[in-house]
């Protein structure tokens, strides 16, 4: 299966401020994901990231809050925009191949 | 909207003692997986079950699929300390790929 590095691993970061977060995938993956678990909760699909495409975002989540990038098959980045508290969560990248998915370990964000 | 309810929340339970996770929706899933997570990791991939009354055993785990593919459980016998964690089922979806989580299941096996 495929091997995810996913940096920053943690954050703390002040309101207002933006967070880039990156994806390096060991392979060359068609399709990343981007979600978003929130304390104690489950995992909600933020967007899925295509190559040479714009990325499809869910129900709840906009381009101008999370912009996404994918200037690769290896690699994308996600940025938290304007963030407040309630941005404070763990994101996490994902890839699908033949071996199934696979998740990044993802990077705590805490807003204050 | 396809949504996935997990059952229960959290579990302490002694080592030895057995334990069934449940994972329920009405809707029908064309696969159905179940993954691991521990603190500061993603999910990890424990099983995948296609197949309506699939039945897969992993070690001490056991999953199964329902003959509807609607609904799914994991059983672990014998529960150690090392099988704490949160427990997630996810489907996928209506589109392909994307996957839909449950509310997902804290384990906790104390020794």
């Known amino acids: 299966s495929a091997v995810i590095s996913q940096k920053p691993s943690r954050d703390i970061c002040q309101r207002g401020t933006s967070l880039t977060i990156q994806c390096q995938v060991d392979s060359q993956v068609t399709m990343m994901f981007w979600y978003r678990q929130q304390p104690g909760q489950s995992l909600t699909l933020i967007a899925t990231?295509?190559?040479?495409?714009?990325?499809?975002?869910e129900s709840g989540f906009v381009i101008d809050k999370f912009p996404i990038s994918r200037p690769n098959l290896t690699f994308s980045t996600l940025t938290v925009s304007n963030m407040s508290p309630e941005d404070s969560s763990i994101y996490l990248c994902?890839?699908?191949?033949?071996?199934?998915?696979?998740f990044g370990s993802g990077t705590r964000l805490t807003v204050v | 909207t396809q949504l996935l309810e997990q059952s229960p929340q959290f579990l302490s339970i002694q080592e030895g003692e057995n334990l069934t996770v449940y994972c329920n929706s009405s809707?029908?899933?064309?696969?159905l997986q179940w993954y691991r997570q521990e603190p500061g990791e993603g999910p990890v991939l424990l099983v995948t079950?296609?197949?309506?009354?699939e039945v897969k055993k992993l070690k001490r785990l056991t999953f199964q699929f329902g003959d509807a593919r609607k609904d799914s459980s994991l059983h672990i016998t014998a529960a150690q300390p090392g099988d704490t964690g949160l427990y997630l089922c996810?489907?996928?979806?209506?589109?392909?790929?994307?996957?839909?989580f449950g509310s997902g299941t804290r384990l906790l096996v104390r020794p």
């Open positions: 079950v296609v197949t309506g009354g």
């Open positions: 994902s890839v699908v191949t033949g071996s199934g998915y696979t």
């Open positions: 996810a489907g996928e979806g209506d589109s392909s790929y994307k996957l839909i």
């Open positions: 809707s029908v899933f064309s696969s």
């Open positions: 990231a295509n190559q040479g495409s714009e990325a499809t975002y």
